[in-house]
């Protein structure tokens, strides 16, 4: 079992270094990841204007976007048309409602 060692937190992010195995480990712990999902529904919530251009369709914390990338490697490929088909998958799935600052219902958002 992995050994705590050191535990670090600069506001916004809490590190927790293990050992094990003569390999040191961190664990990373955004502060504010439930004030961001909170603050997602309850825009989610309220009634959209119409809104011309562009708009921002997610806010992940970064904790859970480095998690995204090491379990969907294609949402930062280098290609962009790969990319852009990854994020549109991920926007289509029922995974990225946490995410999403408005209802996708309404049409394309990536």
Request: no cysteine; glycine share 2%.
């Amino acid at each position: 079992m992995a050994k705590l060692e050191h535990t670090t937190s600069d506001g916004l992010f809490v590190d927790q270094w293990f050992r094990e195995d003569d390999k040191v480990y961190r664990h990373r712990t955004q502060t504010n990841r439930s004030e961001i999902l909170a603050e997602n529904a309850k825009r989610r919530n309220e009634v959209a204007s119409k809104i011309d251009g562009m708009r921002w369709a997610l806010s992940i914390p970064a904790d859970d976007y480095a998690t995204l990338i090491k379990l969907n490697p294609e949402l930062d490929h280098p290609d962009r048309a790969i990319q852009h088909r990854a994020w549109q998958r991920f926007m289509a799935s029922p995974e990225s409602m946490i995410y999403r600052v408005y209802s996708a219902r309404r049409g394309h958002t990536a």
